[in-house]
């Protein structure tokens, strides 16, 4: 039975290293780790040279999301294990995280400039519109990319 948790967590691990899974461990990453390792609460609480109390305090503040990098990087080492922390973008990649962005940033220049010239009696046709759309995209995303966040 403990080699299973062992299993299951290694198994978690990878789902998150390889970007298919992004939910949260109800239980929370340090219990589900000290579990999985055979390490009792009591262990931890002297390898962090805290209380037992203080130990289960940062396995309830982290399930609360109040627990600081901080304190995860020592509970880690405690458990001679690495914290790893990083923003993923809800796109595949970086470069799609711009992409959408600079195409929501042209469809509303497009939006404004159709408007003005619905005004005028000059709106453009389809072919038209589709390149001056590519055109934008293009010239916004050579821009600065902080004029992707206005």
Do not use: C
């Amino acid at each position: 039975m403990k080699h299973l948790s062992v299993h299951q967590l290694d198994d978690q691990i990878r789902q998150y290293v390889n970007g298919q899974r992004f939910d949260r461990i109800p239980q929370g990453w340090i219990r589900s780790s000290r579990t999985a390792i055979g390490m009792t609460l009591k262990q931890l609480a002297t390898r962090l040279e805290f209380s037992v109390p203080a130990a289960k305090n940062f396995e309830m503040r982290e399930v609360d999301e109040a627990i600081t990098l901080a304190s995860l990087r020592k509970i880690a080492n405690a458990m001679e294990m690495d914290l790893v922390y990083y923003f993923k973008p809800k796109q595949d990649s970086l470069d799609d995280l711009l992409q959408i962005r600079a195409e929501l940033k042209a469809k509303e220049l497009m939006e404004s400039s159709n408007q003005a010239m619905l005004l005028e009696n000059q709106e453009a046709d389809n072919k038209n519109k589709s390149r001056e759309y590519d055109r934008l995209i293009t010239e916004i995303r050579n821009q600065k990319l902080s004029s992707l966040w206005d």
